[in-house]
Protein backbone atom coordinates (compact mmCIF):
# COMPACT_ATOMS: atom_id res chain seq x y z
CA UNK A 1 0.00 0.00 0.00
CA UNK A 2 1.72 3.29 -1.07
CA UNK A 3 2.69 6.18 1.85
CA UNK A 4 0.20 8.94 2.86
CA UNK A 5 2.79 10.90 2.83
CA UNK A 6 5.26 12.58 0.59
CA UNK A 7 8.10 14.40 1.29
CA UNK A 8 10.40 17.01 -0.19
CA UNK A 9 13.25 17.97 1.79
CA UNK A 10 15.75 20.32 0.00
CA UNK A 11 18.76 21.30 1.93
CA UNK A 12 20.03 25.25 1.29
CA UNK A 13 23.69 25.84 3.43
CA UNK A 14 22.32 25.14 6.84
CA UNK A 15 18.61 25.42 6.60
CA UNK A 16 16.72 22.67 5.08
CA UNK A 17 13.20 23.34 3.66
CA UNK A 18 10.81 20.73 4.42
CA UNK A 19 7.28 20.30 1.92
CA UNK A 20 5.14 17.40 2.90
CA UNK A 21 1.72 16.10 1.69
CA UNK A 22 -0.35 13.93 3.67
CA UNK A 23 -3.34 11.84 2.22
CA UNK A 24 -5.84 11.98 4.82
CA UNK A 25 -10.09 12.45 5.17
CA UNK A 26 -9.49 15.22 8.20
CA UNK A 27 -13.13 14.60 8.32
CA UNK A 28 -14.13 17.39 11.29
CA UNK A 29 -17.33 15.53 12.65
CA UNK A 30 -19.83 18.59 11.71
CA UNK A 31 -20.14 17.36 8.02
CA UNK A 32 -23.49 15.70 7.19
CA UNK A 33 -23.80 13.04 4.11
CA UNK A 34 -26.50 12.72 1.71
CA UNK A 35 -28.53 10.60 4.33
CA UNK A 36 -28.33 13.70 6.89
CA UNK A 37 -25.96 11.48 9.26
CA UNK A 38 -22.86 13.12 10.82
CA UNK A 39 -19.83 11.98 9.23
CA UNK A 40 -17.76 11.11 12.25
CA UNK A 41 -14.58 12.84 12.96
CA UNK A 42 -11.66 11.32 11.82
CA UNK A 43 -8.42 13.83 11.54
CA UNK A 44 -4.63 13.74 12.12
CA UNK A 45 -3.91 14.73 15.80
CA UNK A 46 -0.26 15.21 16.04
CA UNK A 47 2.38 14.75 12.60
CA UNK A 48 5.79 15.13 14.01
CA UNK A 49 8.99 15.19 11.63
CA UNK A 50 12.39 14.44 13.23
CA UNK A 51 15.93 14.30 12.12
CA UNK A 52 19.42 12.57 13.73
CA UNK A 53 16.56 11.42 17.07
CA UNK A 54 15.76 14.84 17.18
CA UNK A 55 12.28 16.19 17.19
CA UNK A 56 12.31 19.27 14.31
CA UNK A 57 9.07 20.35 14.29
CA UNK A 58 5.49 19.07 16.12
CA UNK A 59 2.12 20.14 14.63
CA UNK A 60 -0.53 19.51 16.77
CA UNK A 61 -3.77 19.22 14.17
CA UNK A 62 -7.80 18.80 14.51
CA UNK A 63 -10.86 19.08 12.71
CA UNK A 64 -10.41 22.76 11.74
CA UNK A 65 -7.57 21.63 9.12
CA UNK A 66 -8.48 20.39 5.03
CA UNK A 67 -8.51 17.20 3.62
CA UNK A 68 -5.23 16.24 2.32
CA UNK A 69 -3.35 18.48 4.50
CA UNK A 70 0.29 20.29 3.11
CA UNK A 71 3.00 21.62 5.35
CA UNK A 72 5.92 23.94 4.75
CA UNK A 73 8.75 24.47 7.61
CA UNK A 74 12.46 25.08 7.68
CA UNK A 75 14.51 23.77 10.04
CA UNK A 76 18.35 24.42 10.71
CA UNK A 77 21.25 21.55 11.14
CA UNK A 78 20.63 19.33 8.90
CA UNK A 79 22.87 17.90 5.63
CA UNK A 80 22.31 16.15 2.54
CA UNK A 81 21.80 12.86 2.46
CA UNK A 82 20.88 12.50 6.30
CA UNK A 83 17.06 10.94 7.28
CA UNK A 84 14.05 12.99 7.91
CA UNK A 85 11.31 10.84 9.83
CA UNK A 86 7.50 11.93 8.98
CA UNK A 87 4.76 10.33 11.25
CA UNK A 88 1.27 11.55 11.51
CA UNK A 89 -1.10 9.53 13.77
CA UNK A 90 -4.68 10.82 13.67
CA UNK A 91 -7.74 10.29 16.47
CA UNK A 92 -8.73 6.54 15.61
CA UNK A 93 -5.30 5.33 16.43
CA UNK A 94 -4.18 5.64 12.83
CA UNK A 95 -1.11 6.07 11.78
CA UNK A 96 1.57 5.88 9.32
CA UNK A 97 5.19 7.33 8.97
CA UNK A 98 8.27 7.88 6.00
CA UNK A 99 11.71 7.74 6.40
CA UNK A 100 13.01 10.45 3.34
CA UNK A 101 16.11 12.10 2.69
CA UNK A 102 17.42 15.52 2.50
CA UNK A 103 18.39 16.50 -0.76
CA UNK B 1 -54.54 23.35 -25.39
CA UNK B 2 -51.70 21.33 -24.75
CA UNK B 3 -51.64 20.20 -28.68
CA UNK B 4 -51.50 23.94 -29.53
CA UNK B 5 -48.63 24.04 -27.13
CA UNK B 6 -46.33 21.38 -28.54
CA UNK B 7 -46.90 22.40 -32.69
CA UNK B 8 -45.88 26.32 -30.97
CA UNK B 9 -42.75 24.09 -29.99
CA UNK B 10 -42.31 22.38 -32.79
CA UNK B 11 -42.80 25.46 -35.10
CA UNK B 12 -39.76 26.99 -32.90
CA UNK B 13 -37.40 23.83 -33.25
CA UNK B 14 -37.67 24.44 -37.65
CA UNK B 15 -37.72 28.59 -36.81
CA UNK B 16 -34.41 27.62 -35.20
CA UNK B 17 -33.15 24.76 -38.09
CA UNK B 18 -33.76 28.17 -40.72
CA UNK B 19 -31.52 30.29 -38.28
CA UNK B 20 -29.17 27.95 -38.05
CA UNK B 21 -28.89 27.10 -41.66
CA UNK B 22 -28.65 31.08 -42.57
CA UNK B 23 -25.81 32.08 -40.19
CA UNK B 24 -22.68 31.86 -41.77
CA UNK B 25 -20.21 29.96 -39.21
CA UNK B 26 -16.74 30.91 -39.57
CA UNK B 27 -14.74 28.63 -36.47
CA UNK B 28 -11.75 30.62 -38.43
CA UNK B 29 -12.66 34.04 -38.02
CA UNK B 30 -14.13 33.51 -34.73
CA UNK B 31 -10.69 31.93 -33.48
CA UNK B 32 -8.90 35.04 -34.29
CA UNK B 33 -11.32 37.78 -32.90
CA UNK B 34 -11.87 35.79 -29.39
CA UNK B 35 -8.04 35.63 -29.35
CA UNK B 36 -7.48 38.78 -29.98
CA UNK B 37 -10.07 39.94 -27.15
CA UNK B 38 -8.02 38.59 -24.24
CA UNK B 39 -4.89 39.31 -25.56
CA UNK B 40 -5.60 42.96 -26.09
CA UNK B 41 -7.93 43.11 -22.60
CA UNK B 42 -4.89 41.46 -20.94
CA UNK B 43 -1.46 42.63 -22.88
CA UNK B 44 0.63 41.62 -19.82
CA UNK B 45 -0.04 38.46 -19.84
CA UNK B 46 1.71 36.33 -21.81
CA UNK B 47 -0.57 34.09 -24.47
CA UNK B 48 0.12 30.63 -22.78
CA UNK B 49 -0.62 31.80 -19.41
CA UNK B 50 -3.59 31.76 -20.06
CA UNK B 51 -4.52 28.35 -19.87
CA UNK B 52 -3.71 28.95 -15.98
CA UNK B 53 -6.94 30.29 -15.54
CA UNK B 54 -7.45 32.37 -12.58
CA UNK B 55 -3.48 32.90 -11.68
CA UNK B 56 -2.77 34.62 -14.83
CA UNK B 57 -5.60 37.32 -13.36
CA UNK B 58 -4.31 37.78 -10.21
CA UNK B 59 -0.35 38.11 -9.08
CA UNK B 60 -1.40 37.01 -5.29
CA UNK B 61 -3.58 34.10 -5.66
CA UNK B 62 -0.42 32.71 -8.37
CA UNK B 63 2.00 33.16 -5.56
CA UNK B 64 -0.12 30.27 -3.14
CA UNK B 65 -0.70 28.43 -6.24
CA UNK B 66 3.31 28.64 -7.16
CA UNK B 67 3.85 26.86 -3.54
CA UNK B 68 1.03 24.58 -3.35
CA UNK B 69 2.24 23.00 -6.86
CA UNK B 70 5.67 21.55 -5.11
CA UNK B 71 3.18 19.59 -3.67
CA UNK B 72 -0.16 19.75 -5.70
CA UNK B 73 -3.24 18.28 -4.00
CA UNK B 74 -3.88 16.25 -7.79
CA UNK B 75 -0.95 14.12 -7.29
CA UNK B 76 -2.98 11.38 -5.30
CA UNK B 77 -5.25 11.36 -8.02
CA UNK B 78 -2.66 11.60 -11.03
CA UNK B 79 -0.87 8.26 -9.28
CA UNK B 80 -4.02 6.80 -8.95
CA UNK B 81 -5.05 7.06 -12.36
CA UNK B 82 -1.85 5.83 -13.67
CA UNK B 83 -2.45 2.41 -11.81
CA UNK B 84 -5.92 2.61 -13.39
CA UNK B 85 -4.52 2.61 -16.55
CA UNK B 86 -2.16 0.06 -16.48
CA UNK B 87 -4.24 -2.26 -15.04
CA UNK B 88 -5.89 -4.75 -17.45
CA UNK B 89 -9.41 -5.45 -17.93
CA UNK B 90 -11.07 -8.58 -17.19
CA UNK B 91 -10.73 -9.81 -20.23
CA UNK B 92 -6.71 -8.81 -20.53
CA UNK B 93 -7.00 -5.65 -22.95
CA UNK B 94 -5.77 -2.49 -21.27
CA UNK B 95 -6.79 1.16 -22.35
CA UNK B 96 -3.67 1.63 -24.46
CA UNK B 97 -5.48 -0.70 -26.88
CA UNK B 98 -8.49 1.66 -27.24
CA UNK B 99 -6.81 4.74 -28.18
CA UNK B 100 -4.02 5.87 -30.48
CA UNK B 101 -0.51 5.88 -29.15
CA UNK B 102 -1.05 3.73 -26.49
CA UNK B 103 -3.40 6.45 -24.92
CA UNK B 104 -0.32 8.42 -24.12
CA UNK B 105 0.60 11.99 -24.41
CA UNK B 106 -3.25 12.25 -26.81
CA UNK B 107 -4.95 14.69 -24.02
CA UNK B 108 -4.63 17.52 -26.45
CA UNK B 109 -6.43 16.57 -29.22
CA UNK B 110 -9.84 15.72 -27.54
CA UNK B 111 -13.04 16.10 -28.05
CA UNK B 112 -12.63 15.23 -31.63
CA UNK B 113 -15.78 14.83 -34.36
CA UNK B 114 -16.46 11.85 -35.13
CA UNK B 115 -17.82 11.24 -38.64
CA UNK B 116 -19.09 8.01 -38.40
CA UNK B 117 -21.66 8.73 -35.06
CA UNK B 118 -22.17 12.23 -36.46
CA UNK B 119 -21.22 13.75 -32.66
CA UNK B 120 -18.37 15.01 -30.46
CA UNK B 121 -16.27 12.44 -28.83
CA UNK B 122 -14.45 13.72 -25.51
CA UNK B 123 -11.97 11.97 -23.77
CA UNK B 124 -14.09 10.97 -21.23
CA UNK B 125 -16.89 9.51 -23.58
CA UNK B 126 -13.88 8.19 -25.28
CA UNK B 127 -12.81 6.19 -21.69
CA UNK B 128 -16.57 4.84 -21.27
CA UNK B 129 -16.52 3.84 -25.08
CA UNK B 130 -13.06 1.87 -24.79
CA UNK B 131 -14.78 0.42 -21.25
CA UNK B 132 -18.41 -0.71 -22.69
CA UNK B 133 -16.23 -2.46 -25.71
CA UNK B 134 -13.81 -4.59 -23.26
CA UNK B 135 -17.36 -5.63 -21.20
CA UNK B 136 -16.93 -3.02 -17.94
CA UNK B 137 -19.31 -0.92 -16.58
CA UNK B 138 -18.95 2.57 -16.99
CA UNK B 139 -17.48 5.21 -14.66
CA UNK B 140 -19.52 8.45 -13.29
CA UNK B 141 -18.67 11.30 -15.11
CA UNK B 142 -18.20 13.57 -12.26
CA UNK B 143 -15.41 12.59 -9.85
CA UNK B 144 -13.57 9.70 -8.53
CA UNK B 145 -12.73 7.00 -11.35
CA UNK B 146 -12.77 9.24 -13.81
CA UNK B 147 -11.41 12.15 -12.67
CA UNK B 148 -8.50 9.90 -11.91
CA UNK B 149 -7.89 8.30 -15.05
CA UNK B 150 -8.38 11.70 -17.08
CA UNK B 151 -5.95 13.38 -14.01
CA UNK B 152 -2.88 10.77 -15.09
CA UNK B 153 -3.83 11.21 -19.29
CA UNK B 154 -3.83 14.88 -18.89
CA UNK B 155 -0.40 14.46 -17.14
CA UNK B 156 1.03 12.56 -19.86
CA UNK B 157 0.17 15.83 -22.34
CA UNK B 158 1.25 18.27 -20.26
CA UNK B 159 2.64 21.09 -22.21
CA UNK B 160 1.29 19.67 -25.90
CA UNK B 161 -0.51 22.16 -27.67
CA UNK B 162 -4.26 22.15 -28.20
CA UNK B 163 -4.97 20.36 -31.41
CA UNK B 164 -8.74 20.29 -32.04
CA UNK B 165 -10.10 19.47 -35.44
CA UNK B 166 -13.48 20.43 -37.23
CA UNK B 167 -13.24 18.02 -40.02
CA UNK B 168 -15.16 19.20 -43.72
CA UNK B 169 -18.55 18.32 -42.54
CA UNK B 170 -21.33 20.07 -42.34
CA UNK B 171 -22.82 18.03 -38.64
CA UNK B 172 -18.98 19.28 -37.39
CA UNK B 173 -19.30 22.83 -38.03
CA UNK B 174 -23.14 22.50 -36.44
CA UNK B 175 -21.82 20.85 -33.47
CA UNK B 176 -19.32 23.54 -33.03
CA UNK B 177 -22.08 26.16 -33.61
CA UNK B 178 -24.24 24.72 -31.15
CA UNK B 179 -21.39 24.79 -28.69
CA UNK B 180 -20.90 28.87 -29.44
CA UNK B 181 -24.45 29.17 -28.90
CA UNK B 182 -24.21 27.17 -25.17
CA UNK B 183 -21.96 29.37 -24.11
CA UNK B 184 -23.48 32.82 -25.03
CA UNK B 185 -26.73 31.56 -24.12
CA UNK B 186 -28.26 33.57 -20.68
CA UNK B 187 -29.13 30.39 -18.40
CA UNK B 188 -30.79 29.92 -15.46
CA UNK B 189 -32.90 31.98 -12.80
CA UNK B 190 -29.46 33.84 -12.43
CA UNK B 191 -29.51 34.80 -16.19
CA UNK B 192 -26.43 34.46 -16.78
CA UNK B 193 -24.51 32.90 -19.67
CA UNK B 194 -20.97 31.31 -18.86
CA UNK B 195 -19.93 34.57 -21.34
CA UNK B 196 -21.02 36.50 -18.31
CA UNK B 197 -18.15 35.52 -16.12
CA UNK B 198 -15.85 34.60 -18.56
CA UNK B 199 -15.83 36.36 -21.05
CA UNK B 200 -16.99 39.80 -19.99
CA UNK B 201 -15.39 39.47 -16.29
CA UNK B 202 -12.06 37.33 -15.99
CA UNK B 203 -9.59 38.28 -13.69
CA UNK B 204 -12.67 40.06 -11.81
CA UNK B 205 -14.19 38.42 -8.91
CA UNK B 206 -18.01 37.04 -8.09
CA UNK B 207 -18.30 36.59 -4.15
CA UNK B 208 -14.67 35.57 -3.12
CA UNK B 209 -13.62 33.49 -6.52
CA UNK B 210 -11.11 34.97 -9.35
CA UNK B 211 -13.00 34.51 -12.58
CA UNK B 212 -10.86 32.80 -15.07
CA UNK B 213 -10.72 33.70 -18.98
CA UNK B 214 -12.83 31.44 -21.57
CA UNK B 215 -9.63 31.95 -23.35
CA UNK B 216 -7.48 28.47 -22.13
CA UNK B 217 -10.76 27.34 -19.64
CA UNK B 218 -10.78 23.61 -20.87
CA UNK B 219 -6.67 23.38 -20.71
CA UNK B 220 -6.40 22.33 -16.63
CA UNK B 221 -9.24 19.88 -16.62
CA UNK B 222 -9.80 17.73 -14.81
CA UNK B 223 -9.04 19.91 -11.52
CA UNK B 224 -9.02 19.28 -7.63
CA UNK B 225 -10.77 22.34 -6.27
CA UNK B 226 -10.32 22.94 -2.88
CA UNK B 227 -14.20 23.94 -2.58
CA UNK B 228 -14.85 20.49 -3.18
CA UNK B 229 -12.24 18.51 -1.57
CA UNK B 230 -10.94 16.38 -4.10
CA UNK B 231 -11.02 16.06 -8.12
CA UNK B 232 -13.74 16.76 -10.71
CA UNK B 233 -14.11 16.85 -14.20
CA UNK B 234 -15.48 18.75 -17.14
CA UNK B 235 -18.85 17.25 -16.48
CA UNK B 236 -18.55 18.04 -12.70
CA UNK B 237 -17.39 21.95 -13.71
CA UNK B 238 -20.41 22.16 -16.17
CA UNK B 239 -23.42 20.92 -14.15
CA UNK B 240 -22.42 22.98 -11.12
CA UNK B 241 -21.89 26.11 -13.25
CA UNK B 242 -25.78 25.25 -13.99
CA UNK B 243 -26.95 25.14 -10.55
CA UNK B 244 -24.82 27.86 -9.57
CA UNK B 245 -26.72 29.98 -11.69
CA UNK B 246 -30.25 28.26 -10.80
CA UNK B 247 -30.30 25.88 -14.28
CA UNK B 248 -31.27 23.04 -13.82
CA UNK B 249 -28.13 21.11 -15.02
CA UNK B 250 -27.73 18.78 -17.91
CA UNK B 251 -27.02 14.84 -17.59
CA UNK B 252 -23.00 14.62 -17.86
CA UNK B 253 -21.50 14.44 -21.26
CA UNK B 254 -24.75 15.58 -22.82
CA UNK B 255 -24.63 16.41 -26.32
CA UNK B 256 -24.63 20.21 -25.22
CA UNK B 257 -22.32 19.99 -22.79
CA UNK B 258 -19.80 18.02 -25.74
CA UNK B 259 -20.55 20.48 -28.37
CA UNK B 260 -19.61 23.75 -25.64
CA UNK B 261 -16.32 21.74 -24.73
CA UNK B 262 -15.64 21.58 -28.82
CA UNK B 263 -16.12 24.87 -29.18
CA UNK B 264 -13.89 26.14 -26.18
CA UNK B 265 -11.24 23.75 -27.05
CA UNK B 266 -10.88 24.88 -30.66
CA UNK B 267 -11.17 28.32 -29.22
CA UNK B 268 -7.57 27.05 -27.41
CA UNK B 269 -5.75 25.28 -30.47
CA UNK B 270 -2.27 25.76 -29.80
CA UNK B 271 -2.36 26.69 -26.36
CA UNK B 272 -0.64 24.23 -23.64
CA UNK B 273 -2.26 21.51 -21.88
CA UNK B 274 -2.15 22.47 -18.37
CA UNK B 275 -3.79 19.77 -16.69
CA UNK B 276 -4.61 18.37 -14.29
CA UNK B 277 -5.17 21.56 -12.36
CA UNK B 278 -5.88 22.82 -8.89
CA UNK B 279 -7.75 25.54 -8.18
CA UNK B 280 -9.61 27.20 -5.30
CA UNK C 1 -82.35 5.36 3.42
CA UNK C 2 -84.14 3.92 0.21
CA UNK C 3 -85.27 7.43 -0.06
CA UNK C 4 -82.21 8.84 0.23
CA UNK C 5 -80.69 7.16 -2.78
CA UNK C 6 -82.21 9.00 -5.60
CA UNK C 7 -81.39 11.93 -4.33
CA UNK C 8 -77.29 11.03 -3.69
CA UNK C 9 -77.86 9.62 -7.43
CA UNK C 10 -79.39 13.16 -8.47
CA UNK C 11 -76.51 15.24 -6.72
CA UNK C 12 -73.97 12.82 -8.22
CA UNK C 13 -75.27 13.60 -11.36
CA UNK C 14 -75.45 17.03 -11.34
CA UNK C 15 -71.60 17.15 -10.70
CA UNK C 16 -71.32 17.80 -7.30
CA UNK C 17 -69.86 14.64 -5.87
CA UNK C 18 -67.31 16.45 -3.74
CA UNK C 19 -68.54 18.72 -0.89
CA UNK C 20 -67.83 22.43 -1.06
CA UNK C 21 -65.05 22.59 1.80
CA UNK C 22 -62.95 20.63 -0.50
CA UNK C 23 -62.60 23.44 -2.85
CA UNK C 24 -58.96 24.38 -1.90
CA UNK C 25 -57.46 20.85 -2.74
CA UNK C 26 -59.38 21.55 -6.36
CA UNK C 27 -58.15 24.83 -6.82
CA UNK C 28 -54.44 22.97 -5.86
CA UNK C 29 -54.94 20.24 -8.13
CA UNK C 30 -55.71 23.01 -11.36
CA UNK C 31 -52.96 24.98 -10.36
CA UNK C 32 -50.13 21.94 -10.05
CA UNK C 33 -51.34 20.56 -13.32
CA UNK C 34 -50.96 24.35 -14.60
CA UNK C 35 -47.56 24.47 -13.36
CA UNK C 36 -46.74 21.15 -15.22
CA UNK C 37 -47.84 21.82 -18.61
CA UNK C 38 -45.31 24.82 -18.26
CA UNK C 39 -42.52 22.81 -16.67
CA UNK C 40 -42.92 20.56 -19.34
CA UNK C 41 -42.41 22.71 -21.79
CA UNK C 42 -39.87 24.17 -20.56
CA UNK C 43 -38.32 20.80 -19.96
CA UNK C 44 -38.29 20.55 -24.08
CA UNK C 45 -36.51 23.76 -24.47
CA UNK C 46 -33.60 22.33 -21.91
CA UNK C 47 -34.04 25.66 -19.97
CA UNK C 48 -35.69 24.52 -16.68
CA UNK C 49 -34.33 26.49 -13.38
CA UNK C 50 -33.65 24.62 -10.35
CA UNK C 51 -36.19 27.22 -8.41
CA UNK C 52 -38.85 26.25 -10.86
CA UNK C 53 -38.76 22.73 -9.34
CA UNK C 54 -38.47 23.77 -5.60
CA UNK C 55 -41.24 25.85 -5.61
CA UNK C 56 -43.41 22.61 -7.44
CA UNK C 57 -41.79 20.33 -4.39
CA UNK C 58 -42.76 23.00 -1.87
CA UNK C 59 -46.26 22.70 -3.49
CA UNK C 60 -46.48 19.40 -3.04
CA UNK C 61 -45.08 19.34 0.52
CA UNK C 62 -47.70 21.64 1.36
CA UNK C 63 -50.83 19.91 -0.16
CA UNK C 64 -49.29 16.88 1.77
CA UNK C 65 -50.12 18.88 4.85
CA UNK C 66 -53.13 19.93 4.02
CA UNK C 67 -52.15 23.61 3.56
CA UNK C 68 -53.57 24.18 0.42
CA UNK C 69 -53.83 28.09 0.09
CA UNK C 70 -49.41 28.12 0.51
CA UNK C 71 -50.05 24.70 -1.97
CA UNK C 72 -51.44 26.72 -4.37
CA UNK C 73 -49.56 29.75 -4.37
CA UNK C 74 -46.38 27.96 -4.25
CA UNK C 75 -48.11 25.85 -7.55
CA UNK C 76 -49.05 29.19 -9.13
CA UNK C 77 -45.30 30.32 -8.58
CA UNK C 78 -43.78 27.33 -9.83
CA UNK C 79 -45.56 28.00 -13.26
CA UNK C 80 -44.68 31.46 -13.25
CA UNK C 81 -41.04 30.35 -13.12
CA UNK C 82 -41.85 27.98 -15.57
CA UNK C 83 -43.05 30.49 -17.79
CA UNK C 84 -40.37 33.27 -17.48
CA UNK C 85 -37.67 30.10 -18.40
CA UNK C 86 -39.29 29.92 -21.58
CA UNK C 87 -39.33 33.48 -22.40
CA UNK C 88 -35.86 33.14 -21.22
CA UNK C 89 -35.38 30.51 -23.30
CA UNK C 90 -37.63 31.69 -26.43
CA UNK C 91 -35.33 35.08 -25.83
CA UNK C 92 -32.07 33.82 -26.25
CA UNK C 93 -32.39 31.88 -28.87
CA UNK C 94 -31.51 35.21 -31.03
CA UNK C 95 -30.47 37.12 -28.19
CA UNK C 96 -26.95 34.90 -27.84
CA UNK C 97 -25.37 35.95 -31.48
CA UNK C 98 -25.29 39.71 -29.90
CA UNK C 99 -22.70 38.59 -27.18
CA UNK C 100 -20.48 36.41 -29.25
CA UNK C 101 -16.96 38.02 -29.71
CA UNK C 102 -16.63 39.19 -33.52
Known amino acids: MASTIRIRAVADGDTTVVQALVQHPMDSGFVKDAQGNFIPPHYIEVMEFAHAGKTVFTAFWGPAVAKDPYIKFSFKGAQKGEDLTVSWVDNKGAADSLVGKVQ | MIRAMSLAIALSYLWRAVAFAGEPVNPDADFKAFRDYFTKRFPKVSLNDFVNGPYSMDADLRKQWEEIDAFPPYQFAVDKGKEMFETPFRNGKTYGDCFPNRGIGIRQNYPYFDTKSGEVITLDVAINQCRAANGEQPFDYNKDDMAALTAYMAYTSRGKPFDIKIPDDPRALAAYQKGEQYFYTRRGQLNFSCASCHVQNPGRHIRTEVLAPALGIMAALPIYRSEWGGMGTTSRRLTSCNSQVRAVPLEPEDELYRDVEYYLSYMSNGLPVSGPGARP | ?102
Open chain 3, 1 to 102: MRKLLPLVALLFSAGLSSPAWSAPADDYQAAYAKAEVAIRQADALKNQWTTTLSELAAAKKAADAGDFDAAVAHARQAEALANASIAQAKEQESAWTKAVIR
